[in-house]
């Protein structure tokens, strides 16, 4: 799969199949952000969720008969509060399981999903299933630092890791950094708390001897939690549990900054509230070039299929980045990359123990 | 030991052990430091380490003399890349082993270090020893929040911790938030990636059931990354790795952020620039409001006497305050109510399958 598929000698567009009743603002925000897509990026989308409803979105929308979108209906919906697992083997005609579906069976080449996370890495692990060799699947988040961005996995996917998950890990975020950011030989770090090897929890300290070994990685060392937001590595391993509080505190830390300035200024003087305004067009470009949706969504590496995992409370905004996000995951070849990476090196599959045995 | 020692009829300031030569910025800062508490507050300041280097710091400081501030030599310093443990056994002189010996021998009611953190924590830990019932010390490290602080225990005195650390961690900090932070039923919180009491590691799993059964705590429930700086708790525990990636996250984080207004700032106009000088006031009284250093230091919890650890960076206005808050601990009754809370109740001190089997 490169930039276009070629069958019969004509070259299509990369199609994206989009979970439109997942997210807390389903399905308006969803639809639009896949209206906005539509308009900006060479690709065809997929809204796969309950027509009546996708439509009437739609139809607020001048003349978006004439974008490349279509509706693929679906009768459920997997709710926020559901048990992940259950709910999508039970909900088979879900949003969430039929869009992921759409790209097992080759009619879409990418799929979003704003709804349950729990959700989107279940529904994907059963249609997509995991690739071969691969023991988890990880979401690979990108955090906004100075200089670009750092891939931050796993992000959530998983938790109680053992040494193997996060050294695929780094081979999959080493691979997806390369091919869809560009960047020549990404520096990896493993997510830790000092710099020296002997520091850290069982897990961090097996997984830096492991992570030695593997020749195709660019492995830096440790990385401390200061280096995720200053970009001193491209790309930054850890446990899932860990790298979800990282995601969410460093979210309302944002925040909190924000509204801390916002009141600061409000109680201040009228100089203040001036210089306020004037420096506002300063902080509207900072605050876009810190804006997690910018991003859209993160990839969920390490099953058969494109797959984008979106923040819950993606706006139209972020939906429109993650289509672009997914359309350029599809276009690279990052899957094809990490399945013969995986299969060609066994030490990439076995547990320590396992590959001692052998 | 109540706000002041009483012997003999007669009251005595509380008299704070200094660690001069622990530190990125020792003996200089930590000196100066001394001297603006000596100043401020009601306390006897003694200043462990070298005595030549200390005096020569000391004499740039016109007066001195005449403040509650005396040297206790010491031959030997831990550095900060020698094993903690192995360090403090061997170098008995040593500026932080001493400082400890101090309080341990009752010449000072409480100790600081801004050294290495495991030489600090190993120091206490020989020294001064762990509270009978308690399995592992743990730093609550106070975070700043629009409300306040929020405690984040443990924030690196420890890694793979088990349910019963945790748990231990959440009772001493609870009692530290209500005796020196004054919150009347302080709220506890378990750091976790989602709400529900089935999300997570097996750690905070179990670690919720065990925390449920703890009458004396005012358990909410799970916390997320970003309820820690938002302070929708007044405790927050998890593991000390967790913890430790944590604290250095949004140290970097808010770095980068000011940074990157710099950046904004200098490379706009001069309308900007103009708005940027007419709003510093307001922006110097946020920074003041999320500077860590304004918190001093972060009390190590579960060692037979007040310890006080600083950031390795710290500078003459954080040790200060860190005097503020040594000598806030030793006024109070913490390690009294944490031993006879501990002593009083059997399952703070057992495993699960401890106290099973009882």
Redesign the interface.
């Known amino acids: 799969m490169q930039c276009t598929r070629v069958v019969t000698g004509r070259s299509f567009l990369m199609k994206i199949a989009v979970d439109a009743m997942g997210g807390d603002f389903a399905p308006e925000q969803i639809v639009f952000g896949a209206v906005r897509a539509a308009k900006q990026f060479d690709c065809e989308i997929v809204l796969v969720g309950d027509e009546p409803q996708i439509r009437k979105v739609l139809e607020r929308e001048k003349g978006w008969e004439k974008l490349p979108i279509t509706i693929h209906h679906t009768t459920q919906v997997v709710e926020m ?1 559901e ?1 992940p697992a259950d709910a999508v083997r039970q909900k088979k005609d879900s949003s969430v399981v039929v869009a992921m579906r759409l790209v097992h069976e080759g009619q879409c080449d990418a799929v979003i999903s704003a709804g349950s996370t729990g959700a989107a890495v279940a529904a994907a692990q059963l249609v997509l299933k995991r690739i071969r060799g691969i023991k988890r699947p990880t979401i690979a988040t990108p955090i906004p ?2 200089k670009g961005a750092t891939l931050l996995l796993d992000s ?1 996917a998983n ?2 890791s053992k040494p193997l998950h996060l050294v695929q890990s780094a081979v999959m975020g080493s691979i997806y950094s390369e091919l869809v950011f560009g960047h020549k030989q990404p520096r990896v770090g493993l ?1 830790n ?1 000092g710099e ?1 090897d ?1 520091k ?3 897990l ?1 300290k097996e997984t830096y001897q492991r992570l030695k070994t593997v020749s195709l990685l660019n492995f830096v060392g440790n990385a ?7 970009g001193t590595v491209d790309v930054v391993v ?5 790298g ?14 924000i ?3 916002k ?3 409000k109680s ?1 003087g009228i ?2 509230k ?6 506002k ?3 509207k ?2 605050g876009k ?2 804006d997690v949706s910018e991003y859209g969504g993160a990839p969920l590496l390490g099953v058969n299929g494109c797959c984008i995992i979106s923040h819950g409370s993606s706006n139209a905004k972020a939906i429109c980045n993650a289509i672009r996000v997914a359309n350029d995951f599809a276009k690279s070849n990052v899957l094809e990359v990490i399945k013969e990476t995986i299969i060609k090196d066994e030490a990439l599959q076995n547990d320590f123990e396992e590959t001692e045995k052998i």
Do not use: Q, S, W, Y
């Not at 401390?224 to 200053?230: A, H, N, Q």
């Not at 990282?246 to 909190?256: D, I, M, P, Q, R």
């Open positions: 509060g048990h630092t100075p959530g938790v109680d997510l708390i020296e002997t850290g929890c069982e961090v401390e939690g200061r280096d995720i937001p200053k850890c446990d899932g549990f860990v979800n509080v990282v995601l969410k505190f460093g979210e309302g830390l944002a925040k909190t900054i509204r801390l300035i009141d600061e200024i201040a100089l203040t001036i210089g306020a305004l004037m420096i067009p300063a902080l470009r900072l070039r810190l």
